[in-house]
């Protein structure tokens, strides 16, 4: 089974910085990536999907890439309606939640 | 509008049997590939079961196969899950997802219902 590993685990930003987080997968998934985002209570939400395609409705300043095995969520600007956890999922072979990122403000 | 409606959900004991229910609207329900997706308390997300437009192919993890059967009526424009031999790490919140296929095997799920809460305690 593939294994993916999302880190950090918590990330503390200010708004306004650019944010990075990180979605490693324990073989290639060919780009068979995608990105969701859960706000407290509230059901999963599609936000990149095949890497780096952002889903209809999703801000710009949310962006997707990566290839082979390390993938990248980024935040251009962060806002405070961004806090959240954020998974990457995978679909290459199998399927697979990564355990999330939850990202505060600072 | 797409609507996802998750019930059936509940407090049960281990070894017993629950089954959900997902009422869909606004889209043509028979188009689609379903899913549900769980969520342990506090705890990250895990797929748990996919199935075909018609039904005819379904899948599983590991974790549950051979106990939890996933189903469709496409009349009713519904999604199931029959959950037997329950155990209490199927504590969680179950999400019903549409899977939206895009591209010859591409996917993501696009839309998700509201969760329905399964207890396994005695």
């Known amino acids: 089974d593939i294994q993916m590993t999302q880190s950090p685990s918590v990330l503390s930003a200010s708004v306004g910085d650019r944010v990075t987080l990180s979605c490693k997968a324990s073989q290639n998934i060919n780009k068979n990536l995608d990105w969701y985002q859960q706000k407290l209570g509230e059901a999963p939400k599609l936000l990149i999907y095949?890497?780096?395609n952002l889903q209809t409705g999703i801000p710009s300043r949310f962006s997707g890439s990566g290839s082979g095995t390390d993938y990248t969520l980024t935040i251009s600007s962060l806002q405070p309606e961004d806090v959240a956890t954020y998974y990457c999922y995978q679909y290459n072979s199998g399927n697979t939640f990564g355990a999330g990122t939850k990202l505060e403000l600072k | 509008e797409v609507q996802l409606v998750e019930s059936g959900g509940g407090l049960v004991q281990p070894g017993r049997s629950l089954k959900l229910s997902c009422a869909a609207s606004?889209?043509?329900?028979?188009?689609?590939?379903m899913a549900w997706v769980r969520q342990a308390p506090k705890k990250g997300l895990e797929w748990v079961a996919t199935i075909s437009t018609s039904g005819s192919r379904t899948y599983y993890p590991d974790s549950v196969k051979g106990r939890f059967t996933i189903s469709r009526d496409n009349a009713k424009s519904s999604l199931y899950l029959q959950m037997n031999s329950l155990k209490s790490e199927d504590t969680a919140t179950y999400y019903c997802?549409?899977?939206?296929?895009?591209?010859?095997?591409?996917?993501?799920?696009?839309?998700w219902g509201q969760g329905v809460m399964v207890t396994v305690s005695s």
């Open positions: 997802a549409r899977r939206r296929d895009y591209y010859s095997g591409l996917y993501y799920f696009d839309y």
């Open positions: 606004g889209f043509t329900f028979s188009n689609y590939y």
């Open positions: 095949f890497t780096n």
